[in-house]
């Protein structure tokens, strides 16, 4: 798996495979599912990633567009805010 995060947008990409992205599936307001011809799931984007991401320890592998296995790193899920 590869991921890349840009920085301007605030977006991290994650490709489970290298075939086209034919569709677009939105499942949440900050979740975007890329699928292929097949209908299998190409890849991920997450949108607010800097909100999303409580913790992001491999943030400077993401700047330099290295390919990362998520596996080793605990993703934190985002506290819910009173208001």
Not at 17 to 31: K, M, P
């Amino acid at each position: 798996m590869r991921v890349t995060y840009d920085e301007q947008a605030d977006a991290v990409y994650c490709y489970l495979t290298n075939r086209e992205a034919v569709q677009t599936i939105q499942v949440s307001r900050d979740i975007l599912v890329d699928l292929d011809s097949d209908q299998n799931v190409r890849g991920i984007s997450i949108l607010s990633a800097s909100r999303i991401f409580l913790a992001v320890p491999f943030a400077d592998a993401l700047l330099e567009d290295q390919e990362l296995d998520l596996g080793e790193w605990p993703l934190l899920m985002p506290m819910a805010h009173a208001g």
